[in-house]
C-alpha cells in the first residue's frame, strides 16, 4: 500500500475549515470547495472535469456572492464530469513504473508524439529498459515511435 501524501497546501486549507458550520456562509463554502479542487489539482496533477458550483440560492439564502453564471439546479453541487479519453500527464514514477494519471499503464498505451516524463534520480533516470509497464514488466524494447522520454529534473 502506498503511503498517503501530506501537503502543506492541502493541510492549510483543512485547517481553514470553520468550527461550527452554523456561521459558515454559502459563499464561503463554495468557495473553499473550489480552492480545494484547485489544490488537488496542484497537488495531483490536472484530472480534468471536476468543478464545483453553487446551485440557486436555498430558502432563506441571501448570499448572492456564491451565485455564478454557471448553469445549476438547487444546493450546493461537486460535479465530477468524464474524464478526457486520453491522459493528460505520462510519467515514470520514482519506483520505476510507468503511469498516466496515477493509474500504471502499458507501452501501448502510450500514443505517437507523448512526452513520458521520467521522475527517477540516479542511474535510472533516463534508462527506458527499467521502466516497469503494466502488462510486461520490465522490457529490453525501446519506446514506441514518437514518444520521448525526458527527465522532470532536466535543466533544459
Request: proline share 8%; charged share 25%; with cysteine.
Amino acid at each position: 500500500m502506498t503511503k498517503a501524501k501530506h501537503d502543506r497546501l492541502l493541510a492549510a486549507l483543512i485547517a481553514k475549515l470553520p468550527t461550527e458550520a452554523a456561521q459558515w456562509p454559502r459563499a464561503g463554502r463554495v468557495a473553499w470547495l473550489r480552492m480545494m479542487a484547485t489544490a488537488f489539482d496542484v497537488v495531483y496533477g490536472p484530472c480534468g472535469g471536476i468543478r464545483v458550483e453553487p446551485d440557486d440560492a436555498g430558502p432563506g439564502d441571501s448570499d448572492e456572492g456564491a451565485k455564478t453564471s454557471h448553469h445549476a439546479p438547487a444546493g450546493h453541487r461537486v460535479t465530477a464530469q468524464a474524464a478526457p479519453r486520453a491522459p493528460q500527464r505520462f510519467y515514470v514514477d520514482r519506483d520505476g513504473f510507468a503511469m498516466a494519471d496515477g493509474k500504471p499503464i502499458a507501452m501501448e498505451d502510450l500514443p505517437a508524439g507523448t512526452v513520458l516524463w521520467d521522475e527517477r534520480v540516479g542511474i535510472e533516470c533516463g534508462d527506458a529498459g527499467a521502466i516497469l509497464w503494466r502488462d510486461i514488466g520490465a522490457s529490453r524494447r525501446s519506446l514506441p515511435p514518437g514518444v520521448t522520454l525526458r527527465p522532470v529534473f532536466d535543466e533544459s
